[in-house]
């Protein structure tokens, strides 16, 4: 059974980073879809844990950000952007307990968006977000954990994830021009439609499924086509803060079963 882990989107989301986009933020919004987002990983067999919001963090939602867990042990990262480092605290007790913990402490940053898995394999993403020492703390803990990481230079978009997201153990869903490919080799690599450029986000159900944002139809009709059970999914509010599919849960296998 796969634990997600959320947390609920705060008044003060209206304040959430959005880059130079300058995007009016609408928390009632953002919670109405996020409560959809729940409610579809719920039907996918998700057991949901949600960790109280924080007003005074207005991106905690993007909870993913906080932590990446790497087989046994949990990673809290340590953000880029310093008005989000203490949105960690709760989401280390959520895994204390359950995983061992590792830190990445100064100077190195690293945010969770950075960190994507597929099929057993690690890439991290060197972008505004996540620096070298940061990078490096992260490659020394997963080689205790037997796995090798791969790191990819973020040229365009905010972190890896925004523009490179597994759809499978073997593809990825790659924003043209936006991160150095030859650093996926292996991968099968599938391209969103260029008029939607960063606005396909897509996360895989263990139930097969595939969800992505609504935002990129386009997209989502080729992914259907090449065989993908595709489940839209409308975040357009979360994704106007930059947000995509994976960064609102940190998915996880309960390791007491
Ligand atoms: C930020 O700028 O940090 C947030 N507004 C968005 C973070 C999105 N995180 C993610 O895609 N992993």
Known sequence: MDIALVRSVTDSFSRALVGESGSVLDPDRARRQHADYVAVLRSAGCTIEEVAGDEAHPDCVFIEDTAVVLGSVAVIARSGAS????????????????????????????????????????????????????????????????????????????????????????????????????????????????????????????????LITTSAPLTSEMLANIGYDVVPVDVTELQAADGGLTCMSILFRDPAR
């Not at 968006?113 to 703390?137: F, L, W």
């Not at 796995?147 to 990819?152: A, I």
């Not at 905010?158 to 292996?186: M, R």
């Open 83 to 210: 008005s989000r480092r203490g949105e960690a605290v709760p989401v280390r007790d959520a895994l204390t307990g359950r995983f061992s913990i590792a830190t990445i402490d100064a100077p190195g940053t690293l945010d969770g968006g950075d960190v994507m898995q597929v099929g057993g394999k690690v890439y991290v993403g060197h972008s505004e977000r996540s620096n070298p020492a940061g990078i490096e703390q992260l490659v020394e803990i997963a080689a205790g954990c037997g796995l090798d990481v791969t790191t990819v230079r973020v040229h365009d978009g905010l972190h890896l994830k925004s523009s490179v997201l597994p759809l499978d153990a073997e593809t990825v869903l790659v924003t043209p021009d936006s991160v150095d490919e030859a650093a996926l080799n292996g991968l099968r690599v599938v391209r969103e439609a260029p008029t939607e450029r960063f606005r396909a986000s897509a996360l895989p159900m263990r139930d097969g499924r595939l």
